[in-house]
């Protein structure tokens, strides 16, 4: 009997001492806040797309007790919650993608970039250009997961919004005004390269086509590869460069937004300007355009023999002035300036938004004034997706028109 109480005794003092003093995993626990949550975006081909979702906690997570149904992604556009697809999750202690875990206190969420809420940009078919969305994500834990130290994380009802927003290369872009002797303002933006003391680098231009039009709000770095292919880590390995992204201001008085003035000679300006801002080669400067660019390209070639080394106008025209239906008969005076320029030009043979045989015919005259100096890439029909008008995307990604591009000099 003695024994027994004695027992009922220990196991009474056992269980006051659970209550009290509870097991430092479970305090652990508790005493972990909701992390901080930051989305990862990554400027591809057709523009801007969440990438992945970072989570910052206040102590390392175990990687190895993480899934990808720990969590739920929701993005909010116009009031309708819509889920995205989660493709890995991991740890790591640099918060940004690596495909693999390592210990720390960042959680990876890798999300499909093909989910149709993927994209940061909806056009506005209004207007013609690309509105920037308000990114509002939601992130849920739905299990439970262990921090390093095997402190049990519990799944919760609570979500946590993301707060902030990281797009490599195009954050390395800083904004600026440039303003030409008449007043115009001109928003660009512009990449620096890494520097060394006493060297000069080369500098390229993009002009952006009509749906990237805005107040400075950076769209022109955010719908398409134009500007920061030249500001990738891989490019600037080979050839670093400064890179300036000219943005064009919404209005209705210029249906050519970069051929037509005062745009036109303000890029000019602008590219003299910060030639001698900075250190430039001023040998190996580039302008490459897409669409209206690639029309202020072709006028920005023959107006300016003395300021660039090569051009690469692609999907444009350039009589612009006698254009019907985005098509212009070739001017002859156009032609005997432009004969010995290097030019790459690119177009789709089902474009029909701007006609491919703008670009055919102009090549065509160049080479029948013994111009041996320009370049043409004409891509079947099907084969530029979603619409022959964008032969950017594989012109972007053209290694042997990048490696020609940086070979020119004046």
Known sequence: MQRRHFALVLLSFVFLLTIVFPSSSSAAASDVPAPQATLLTQVQPLGEVVSAVVLKYSTNIDGASLSTSSFQVQSVLNDVYTDRTVTGVYTNDSGII??????????????????????????????????????????????????????????????????????????????????????????????????????????????????????????????????????SPEQQAKHPSFVIAPQSPIDLEHKFIWADEPRN?????????????????????????????????????????????????????????????????????????????????????????VSPKNSQEMVAAIQAQNGNLIHFTEYEAGIIKPVGHFSWVPALQNQDMIEWLFAQKK
């Open 265 to 353: 000679s303000a890029v000019a300006d602008l590219v003299r300007e910060t030639a001698l801002k900075y250190p430039i080669d001023t040998n190996r400067i580039y302008i490459v355009g897409i669409s209206q660019g690639a029309m202020g390209t072709w006028r920005l070639l023959e107006k300016n023999l003395d300021l660039f080394a090569a051009g690469v106008p692609i999907a444009g025209l350039t009589n612009y002035e006698k254009a019907v239906n985005m098509y212009a008969p070739v001017d002859p005076k156009h032609v005997e300036v432009l004969k010995n320029v290097p030019i790459w030009a690119f177009h789709a043979v089902d474009d029909t938004s």
């Open 98 to 231: 690596t495909n693999r875990s390592t210990h720390g206190k960042y959680v990876v969420i890798e999300l499909d970039t093909q989910d149709k809420n993927a994209s940061t940009l909806t056009y506005d078919a209004t207007s013609g250009v690309n509105r920037i969305n308000t990114l509002n994500y939601y992130i849920s834990q739905k299990k439970d997961f262990a921090t390093q130290k095997k402190a049990v994380i519990p799944a919760t009802a609570q979500t946590v919004k993301a707060t902030d927003k990281v797009t490599p290369i195009v954050d390395d872009f800083q904004k600026n005004t440039f303003e030409n002797k008449d007043g115009f303002k001109l928003n660009y933006f512009t990449f620096e390269p890494k520097v060394e003391s006493g060297k000069t680098y080369p500098l390229v231009v993009f002009l952006h086509g009509n749906g990237e039009r805005g107040d400075g709000n950076g769209v022109n770095l955010l719908a398409n590869a134009g500007a920061v292919t030249w500001a």
